[in-house]
T-cell receptor, first 111, second 117 residues
Framework: KNEVEQSPQNLTAQEGEFITINCSYS?????LHWLQQHPGGGIVSLFM???GKKKHGRLIATINIQEKHSSLHITASHPRDSAVYIC?????????????FGTGTSLTVIP | EAGVAQSPRYKIIEKRQSVAFWCNPI?????LYWYQQILGQGPKLLIQ????????DSQLPKDRFSAERLKGVDSTLKIQPAKLEDSAVYLC???????????????FGPGTRLTVT
């Protein structure tokens, strides 16, 4: 069983739709990252969260520490949002600061 | 601000050969990470440096993989000898110092795509 589970694995949306990608984890963490990976391999860090909610442009990330769950929302989706979105969690110093990555959600936004 | 630089971008080698990858992090970033990403999977952390010291190398296959960051700036990752299953994208990332916990975002390089035949 993976320490980090993402859903859905694949997602196709029409341009303009509101999109939600979910991440659940089973270990105690010090932080959670949302990453965006475009075809060709380039990875961009979107958010780093340890509590609450963050917003950047059309992207919103939330985390519920008690429920061990985070969501990434994209409002007014656009074809350029098509990418793989990866959730990664970081355990605290007492657990060696280990990283665990989800396998990603592949998003395709159709014009 | 210049991003994380990696070279080469692509490498094709035969099994049992050796290969080395280079990474230059963002200036001032004390923490450097090497990841392995096999096609269809999420990245796997191989090694994390804080300046020139190793913070975590628990998932580094030490019988064939080695990495160094001698002066606390750029880093090299070496595979010797390579196996077919080492075919992957090797990503380097950097962040500000993570002393006290991972509270800083990571910036990723473009990656090196390794094919072992």
């Amino acid at each position: 069983k993976n320490e980090v589970e993402q859903s859905p694995q694949n997602l196709t949306a029409q341009e303009g739709e509101f999109i939600t990608i979910n991440c659940s984890y089973s270990v105690g963490i010090s932080a959670l990252h949302w990453l965006q990976q475009h075809p060709g391999g380039g990875i961009v860090s979107l958010f780093m969260l340890s509590s609450g909610k963050k917003k950047h442009g059309r992207l919103i990330a939330t985390i519920n520490i008690q429920e061990k769950h985070s969501s990434l929302h994209i409002t007014a989706s656009h074809p350029r949002d098509s990418a793989v979105y990866i959730c990664a969690v970081v355990r605290g110093p007492s657990a060696g600061n280990q990283f665990y990555f989800g396998t990603g959600t592949s998003l395709t936004v159709i014009p | 601000e210049a991003g994380v630089a990696q070279s080469p971008r692509y490498k094709i080698i035969e099994k049992r050969q050796s290969v080395a990858f280079w990474c230059n992090p963002i200036s001032g970033h004390a923490t450097l990470y090497w990841y392995q990403q096999i096609l269809g999977q999420g990245p796997k952390l191989l090694i994390q440096f804080q300046n020139n010291g190793v913070v975590d190398d628990s998932q580094l296959p030490k019988d064939r993989f080695s990495a160094e960051r001698l002066k606390g700036v750029d880093s090299t990752l070496k595979i010797q000898p390579a196996k077919l299953e080492d075919s992957a994208v090797y990503l380097c990332a950097s962040s500000r110092s993570t002393l006290g916990g991972h509270l800083y975002e990571q910036y990723f390089g473009p990656g090196t795509r390794l094919t072992v035949t």
